[in-house]
């Protein structure tokens, strides 16, 4: 099927728009900021499952465990300190309000209280909604490839 400029233009903004949910996704869970997290998701009913984390069918059961883990401080200070870098987006709308997606993850996050340092890789599989205007994930499922966990020497240094 022969699609025009105009139709092929915006499939690829539409495209770029869910990339760019999913990247804010990423910065608000490093940035401990639980709204904004909360906001990528479909209002009601999203379904999530992030393995040994949990199984949430709703986003609002996954954000009371992201304040719980990320907002924990010690002394005002954070002791849960995560990187998210999501990779290799493979995104493809499958109607005018629909669509799915792939990413890998390559996460990192340092542990004050445990002193230990966590790798981590696995991809994520999602579902995406055009809701009013703007794309939300509706599901998303994360399967981990490999992770690794390192103790924090007596010498490192953590400023944050």
Same mark, same amino acid.
């Given at each position: 099927?022969? &699609?025009?400029?105009?139709?092929?233009?915006?499939?690829?903004?539409?495209?770029?728009?869910?990339?760019?949910?999913?990247?804010?996704?990423?910065?608000? !869970?490093?940035?401990?900021?639980? /709204?904004?997290?909360?906001? !990528?998701?479909? #209002?009601? %009913?999203?379904?999530?499952?992030?393995?040994?984390?949990? /199984?949430? #069918?709703?986003?609002?059961?996954?954000?009371?465990?992201?304040?719980?883990?990320?907002?924990?401080?010690?002394?005002?200070?954070?002791?849960?300190?995560?990187?998210? *870098? %999501?990779?290799?987006?493979?995104?493809?709308?499958? %109607? +005018? /309000? &629909?669509?799915?997606?792939?990413?890998?993850?390559?996460?990192? =996050?340092?542990?004050?209280?445990?002193? @230990?340092?966590?790798?981590?890789? %696995?991809?994520?599989?999602?579902?995406?909604?055009? !809701?009013?205007?703007?794309?939300?994930?509706?599901?998303? =499922?994360?399967?981990? *490839?490999?992770?690794? @966990?390192?103790?924090?020497? +007596? /010498?490192?240094?953590?400023?944050?």
């Amino acid at each position: 099927m022969t &699609r025009t400029v105009e139709e092929r233009l915006a499939a690829l903004e539409q495209i770029e728009a869910i990339k760019a949910l999913k990247h804010r996704y990423f910065r608000a !869970c490093d940035a401990k900021d639980p /709204d904004t997290m909360r906001s !990528c998701f479909i #209002a009601d %009913g999203a379904d999530i499952d992030y393995g040994p984390l949990g /199984d949430f #069918a709703d986003a609002n059961h996954l954000a009371a465990v992201f304040r719980r883990i990320a907002l924990h401080t010690v002394d005002g200070r954070p002791v849960i300190l995560d990187m998210h *870098h %999501g990779m290799h987006p493979d995104i493809t709308l499958t %109607g +005018p /309000d &629909r669509a799915t997606g792939r990413w890998t993850l390559k996460f990192r =996050q340092l542990n004050l209280i445990e002193r @230990t340092e966590r790798l981590l890789t %696995g991809d994520y599989d999602d579902d995406y909604v055009l !809701c009013d205007g703007a794309w939300k994930m509706a599901r998303s =499922q994360f399967r981990q *490839h490999w992770s690794l @966990t390192r103790p924090l020497g +007596p /010498d490192a240094v953590v400023e944050c």
